[in-house]
């Protein structure tokens, strides 16, 4: 298993794609965050003056003292995500396309053994996304947000924890979706404009349903922005599908909204719902390649 690791790696690194989409991942990451960094500072200007009231009274803060930097961590992070996820798809897809499959099936001992390898491979580069997304984000929210808005450590420390998590699973679930579509191009064109367009704008359309918030929760997009997004929720006494307090159910949606986790649960409950995504391509990705005719 080592040496088909090590192959595994020394192949990554022998393609363009690893640094071609960690650029702009970093890039959208930082560009994300500086945009929502330099307005979280006036975020209680959204909010009518009783809301920002109520806001104040239950997370326990005054206003102006709220974690605003959450808000512009949360959204960098997650646009940056959808690169591990592209990354992800080469894995497989990358092969069928450039039909080097065939050599990657035939020099491993067995099909199982092959696509272990590449899993443990692409977990160790999802961490390597999660950083740089996370350190690119960070330092945008450092350059716009003012110091008495910026996280705590342990919040920060959170926000590192989960959008590392959230890397690996994103680009893990690139892995399975590939493997299943085994075209790169068709799985990045659905994927893209499933997670950015279709989804965001489904759930913006039922916004004004109640029973239908949960959704947020449960779909692919919405579960992985909210692993990290939803830190920033639960620090605005958002997160839930209970309202907190005596917070309205349309505050409550809202302050989710901005956090970029409408619909989430908690971040543990979102890491939960995508890693189950994450397995149904995976194993689904998985067992076609068992039976796949690679020559």
Request: hydrophobic share 55%; charged share 10%.
């Amino acid at each position: 298993m080592g040496n088909l690791i090590k192959a595994e790696i020394r192949k990554t690194l022998t393609t363009k794609s690893w640094w071609g989409l960690m650029i702009p991942a970093v890039l959208f990451a930082f560009l994300f965050a500086i945009g929502w960094g330099a307005g979280t500072n006036d975020v209680n200007d959204v909010l009518s003056s009783d809301e920002a009231q109520e806001l104040a009274q239950l997370t326990g803060t005054q206003l102006g003292q709220l974690p605003v930097g959450l808000l512009a961590l949360g959204h960098g992070i997650n646009i940056g995500m959808m690169f591990p996820i592209i990354f992800g798809v080469y894995a497989l897809a990358g092969e069928y396309g450039k039909k080097t499959i065939t050599t990657t099936f035939l020099t491993a001992p067995n099909r199982v053994s092959a696509l272990s390898a590449k899993m443990f491979t692409y977990i160790g580069w999802g961490v390597a996304y999660g950083l740089v997304i996370v350190g690119s984000a960070s330092l945008a929210t450092v350059l716009t947000v003012d110091s008495i808005g910026l996280p705590s450590a342990e919040q920060w420390l959170a926000v590192l924890g989960a959008g590392v998590l959230a890397t690996v699973l994103a680009t893990l679930f690139g892995v399975g979706v590939g493997a299943v579509w085994k075209s790169v191009v068709g799985a990045t064109i659905t994927l893209t404009i499933w997670m950015l367009v279709v989804e965001n704008t489904f759930l913006f359309l039922t916004a004004g349903w109640e029973h239908l918030r949960f959704l947020g929760g449960v779909l692919p997009n919405g579960t992985l922005n909210g692993i990290v997004g939803a830190i920033g929720a639960e620090a605005f006494g958002a997160a839930g599908l209970s309202v907190q307090g005596d917070m309205n159910e349309d505050l409550q949606w809202l302050l989710q909204f901005i956090a970029g986790a409408p619909g989430a649960f908690s971040w543990w409950a979102s890491a939960l719902v995508f890693l189950t995504w994450t397995m149904v391509f995976f194993v689904g990705g998985w067992a076609a390649n068992q039976r796949r005719d690679i020559t």
